[in-house]
């Protein structure tokens, strides 16, 4: 958990080209036609995701931002963004036409079990997850009126010279935690073989006095009957 602290602290992995976001524009035009007052909610508030905020906003479109409660006073919101908390994102699924979620998160932000009440009515959505790993469940694909595209769809996956150096980065980081934790781990047996000795060893002092006690009380009776 350690490392994992320090390898999102120190390094930068982008893993999403930010044309990737041009390609998303072209596909929701496609879908929809215009894009003036379109219900959006975009998931993620990194470079990925304020991207997808301003150019939305930029065509018109009505967007919402989740903000997760203990950071919402420490980032950044595009003008004319609404925000909510992350926590009421499925509330706000009913009237978004639109869901963008582009987190760094290793879990989903939409769930199908979750969700699933909120998509029944038949309304045309489109759902668009630009998060690697994915962010959005694929079983939402289950409903008829639900098109989902990820980064693989719209041509988003980055492999460049830049991450290539922020995953070597991070892999130091890890193997350094991992050399750490060996030690540490050979101290701790070291120590607790150690402990084993001595208890061994108490033990032993212990049962030869209680011995010795018992010895010593069996000639001090044996001479008072003599």
């Known amino acids: 958990v350690t490392a ?90 009913p009237t978004c036409q639109v869901v ?12 199908y079990e979750d969700a699933s009440p909120y998509l029944g009515d038949g309304k045309k959505r489109v759902y668009v997850d630009l998060a690697v790993p994915r962010d959005i469940s ?7 009126s639900l098109t989902l595209y990820n980064v693989d769809d719209l041509g988003g996956i980055q492999q460049d010279k830049v991450n290539n150096e922020a995953v070597r980065r991070a892999f130091e980081i890890i193997e350094e935690y991992r050399e750490n934790t060996i030690e540490l781990g050979e101290k701790c047996l070291e120590r607790f073989g150690n402990m084993r000795i001595d208890l061994r060893e108490r033990a032993r002092e212990t049962v030869i006095k209680e011995m010795d006690l018992l010895r010593s009380k069996y000639q001090q009776e044996s001479t008072r009957i003599q």
């Open 100 to 111: 963008v979620s582009a987190t760094a998160s290793p879990h989903h932000t939409i769930h």
């Open 138 to 144: 694929e079983r939402v694909k289950g409903f008829p």
């Open 4 to 93: 994992a602290k320090k390898v999102k602290s120190e390094v930068y992995i982008t893993s999403v080209k930010t044309s990737v976001i041009e390609n998303m524009m072209e596909m929701l035009k496609k879908e929809f036609g215009s894009l003036a007052e379109l219900s959006c909610m975009v998931i993620g508030n990194g470079k990925i995701g304020r991207l997808a905020c301003e150019r939305l906003l930029e065509a018109g479109a009505r967007v919402t931002v989740t903000l997760r409660q203990y950071k919402s006073g420490e980032i950044e919101v595009e003008d004319g963004c609404e925000t909510i908390p992350y926590s009421d994102r499925y509330e706000k699924l």
